[in-house]
């Protein structure tokens, strides 16, 4: 028998930033992860606090910045690596209009938005209005930082890798217990898995998928997050991802022929530039209608406990939730109310 404190199901970005959290706290843990379909191992990484569409701020901009650069800064401490690459963010303009909006808004954002238009000439670019630079973006490399730390975790016995039985798990108001493990409480870290979960998947959780074209380019991209109706960044010398697709009926993790018709499409509006296409990978996230994540215990069985919802956004998000979720787990700190489960479970059953 084996006796800890909490069992975590799912090791992808928000399931891996909960475990290191308690790494850090000292307290004793289980990763279960079967290693498929999840949206995390194909995610490009790219971290920006700023709404590019209406040059605004995203909720809790600083601090989700702040706890990204913890985090992942003691991921690379932990494993002897570096995974935070600082890249700016060149939005590329597209009328008069972005042009008035993005000198008004960088007034208002100097932290975050550069305010000049930058004028660019480039024989591989398309951008006759210039450019706004983003402050305070780049990339978290997370396929090699999660799947180093899952190998830490199988080192250090810390980690199963199988799919789990719902059928196996048992609980009391004080224990839970999956085979021969028995935990305090349990966490899921599911992402779009979560819908077959027979504990939460009464929440609305979206299926979104994306789809990625790694691609080596004739000349060398330069260094930035390029960004139009979807983005060009570089990984190296003549490397570059772009994604643009955001798909609610196809939820298979299979990449498509018409994914790729559309990010070149999108691509190819701004980026003149020769290229051939390297890889195609594609991943489903999990997104909510209100568009924050959704953290919390389950109304009925409190050490029940979920970390999920993360969306496009999960590199900013996991660890700021995974602050809130610890604090309300072992300290009985309430959790902000735009993340807590409360505001769907409330509802669901009170219907009930």
């Known amino acids: 028998m ?9 090791q992808g970005v928000a399931g ?10 000292k307290k004793s843990f289980l990763v279960i992860d079967e290693n498929k379909h999840k ?6 990484g790219i971290y920006n606090p700023v709404v ?5 701020l995203i909720w809790n901009a600083q601090l989700q910045l702040d706890l990204m650069q913890k985090y992942f800064s003691e991921f690379g401490k932990l494993l002897h690596q570096n995974y935070i690459y600082e890249y700016p963010t060149r939005r590329i303009i597209k009328d008069e209009n972005e042009i008035h909006a993005w000198k008004k808004k960088s007034n208002q954002l100097k932290f975050f938005l550069e305010e000049e238009i930058r004028r660019f000439s480039h024989p591989d670019f398309e951008v006759p209005l ?10 978290i490399d997370l396929g090699s930082c999660l799947n180093d730390f899952r190998n830490y975790l199988i080192q250090n016995k810390l980690h199963r890798n199988e799919k789990f039985d719902f059928n196996a798990l048992n609980a009391t108001e004080t224990e839970i217990q999956y085979k021969e493990i028995f935990a305090r409480k349990i966490v899921f870290c599911e992402g779009f898995g979560v819908t077959k979960n027979p ?3 009464y ?3 979206i299926g979104v998928k994306g789809e990625v074209l790694k691609i080596r380019t004739e000349n060398e991209v330069p260094r930035a997050i390029w960004k139009a109706h979807n983005f060009l960044m570089p990984l190296n010398e003549n490397t570059s991802v772009t994604a ?3 798909d609610r009926d196809d939820l298979s993790p299979v990449p498509t022929e018409k994914g790729k018709t559309e990010m070149m499409g999108h691509l190819q509006s701004f980026y003149k530039g020769n290229f051939e296409i390297l890889e195609q990978t594609a991943g489903i996230r999990p997104t909510i209608i209100d568009r924050r994540p959704i953290i919390g215990a389950h109304p009925n069985q409190s050490n029940f406990l979920i970390l999920n919802g993360m969306g496009t956004r999960g590199t900013l998000l996991a660890p700021a939730m995974t602050e809130e979720l610890f604090e309300y787990s072992e300290l009985g700190k309430a959790i902000d109310k735009e993340a807590d489960v409360a505001r769907f479970t409330q509802k669901y059953f009170r219907n009930e």
Request: proline share 2%; glycine share 8%.
């Open 2 to 10: 084996q006796h800890i404190d909490y069992l975590i199901i799912g």
């Open 16 to 25: 891996s930033c909960f475990a290191l959290k308690l790494l850090q706290e």
């Open 39 to 44: 949206a995390s191992s194909v995610a490009v």
């Open 52 to 56: 590019l569409k209406r040059f605004s």
């Open 130 to 139: 210039g450019f706004g630079e983003v402050k305070n973006t780049g990339r």
């Open 199 to 201: 504990f939460f998947n």
């Open 203 to 205: 929440l609305p959780v």
């Open 244 to 246: 643009s697709t955001y």
